[in-house]
């Protein structure tokens, strides 16, 4: 049986002044009406048809502005869609954000009873599971505390406490799990997984690939409002991250107008490739990884320092890199194209998506001809074949870096 | 557990807006509970982290009717009061001043429960509902100064208790009518115009002077009292007090304030229904 069933749904935005928020702005629309406008349009969501089994826990992915967001508003009943229809068979929960409603002035008990309303919860149903909330939340001791006293990390465990005991029919979830320590988000990951289990119907929105491939069964992959494809979860997110990866991968600027750079230099190009220099953003661990930057020096006589800076993805800056060999460490530039590339040894970065910030400057006296942030991004890919760090362990290892690093190990009979 | 065993039969149609008024007042029953609660957080949280705590519901009305009571004995007396000047004027500050500040706390309930607006489903109505329900909470608090003063000025034989004293509760109903009607259209109005935020304070001053609050309509001039009567809150005054010192009702203008609030509340409920698909968006 078909619980969800969404055909043709839209969502039209008017961006930057077209909804008025004062007075003066409505009057002044009367006069120029910007809905006509059609620059200001913007389809968070077009035409999104698809249907959901009962039971069926669905994925949904993509890029941020992809419209999840909006495609989650829209049958969560928030906001209504431009056009299309949605048909919703069963008690809907949604879980767009944990914690919401919270109040810092009241208890934690006060709260649980507060945010446990607001998610739809009868007030009978929270006082028969209210034991149950509070032992999963670890937070006894502190329930009669006002929540303002309470660290972000405790009032995140409850908060998510209270939603993971909602039992709708249809459970609509946004990366709510990218929230608390890992030992807690793995709690309600497992929370989720039994809910799923139970018979429920879930759509569950995330960037973390490892979850919704855990979770979800089906999932569904949104780009630019549309629905770009649906089908068994391994195969659409293999082919979500194959296109991610080459979109990362290399940047060029066709006009110098719009070139990141100055009056004495400006970037034309960066790229990531390969042991054998082919572009790519998909790396393995094992080899190394080559990035390349191409510049133009327009006026000659200073000396340039070309520098990579490499951040993963919570935004850590994993180390800086700069030309610091010989030849043109201290050799004023001659006007012309520079290439220079910088190499990653075999067996360095840890797995996980990396992004590239480029810069050109000078040192003596500082001078930053420019920066670009984001510029390429690439993901490095373990290999689970033995002859990388991480050996024969098929577990998650934290951690920035993963070299291969020389152990010894003494014996002695006892 | 029951509800893992029972599947409801609920089916809900997420279609776009279509232009027609729909109260959906079942859905508004659906979450009662809710209504309840976010009452109860603006009643419990008002307070906290106040000294005197609820007492502020009692003081703020007691402290406006000394100071006025001393301004009018000494500078303006009023010739036609028959009621001590007290109790004249607590009788009617209690329901202006809940109609204030309900008016003001609704105005704002939107705007300010904006975290909930956007990220959950609920009728949006029960969040300017709830902000003049907790309002409503330190009204019957104030009542109690009321009735000590009523009885103060009986046991002096200035006023005399009546059976229209019974009547006293359906001109507080029609208050409360009217403080929801208002707070319902400013809290949606304010969510696009944020003008309401700086312009209600104004418009609920300039309210409170063409309010027989302070001063008996009988001072003024027959013009003046017609204008009045076609204030909502003067009907309401009048019959509150009309109903506490057992005088005549003067019914011309207690079918007026009523046909006016009734007028309101419609209006209020359209221009809310209308603007409430796009709160989320706008918000």
Redesign the interface.
Known sequence: MKVIKVENLSKL?YLGGA?????RD?IAGFVKNPRRDKKNELWALKDVSFEVADGEALGIIGRNGAGKSTLL????????????????????G?L??VG??F?S??SGR?NI??NG????M??A?IEAKFEEIVAFSEIEKFIDTPVKHYSSGMYMRLAFSVAAHL?P?ILIVDEVLAVGDVAFQKKCLNKMRDVGR?GRTVLFVSHDMQAVSRLCSRAIWLKDGKLVKSGETGAVINQYLHEQSQSGAEKSWETAEKAPGNEFTRLRRVRVCDAEGKTTAALDIRRSIGIEMTYEVLQGGKVLIPNFHFYNEQGVCIFISHDWSGEWRERPRETGEYTSTCRIPPNFLADGNISVKVAVSTYLPLEVHFVESDAVSFNVVDSFEGDAARGDYGGPMPGVVRPILDWETKFSKS | MSSETEKSAETTYIKPASGWLNLDLKDLWTYRELLYFLTWRDVKVRYKQTAIGVLWAVLQPVLTTAIFTVIFSTFARFESQRVPYPLFVLSGFLIWLFVFNSISFAANSLVGNSNLVTKIYFPRLIVPFSATLSGLFDLLFSFAVLAVLMIYYVSQNAVTLSWQILCAPFFILLAILLTVSLGNLFSALNVRFRDVKFALPFALQVWMFASPVFYPPEILSEKARFVLAFNPLTGILQGFRASLFGESYDWLTIGISAAMTVVLMVLSLFVFKRMEDDFADLI
């Open positions: 935005y909804k008025h928020n004062s007075l409505a508003k829209i049958l969560s009943r928030i906001t209504k869609p431009t056009r299309g229809t949605a048909e919703i068979r069963g008690r809907i949604s767009l954000e919401t409603g109040h002035e009241l006060e009873f507060l309303a607001i998610l739809g009868k007030r149903e039992e029919e139970t």
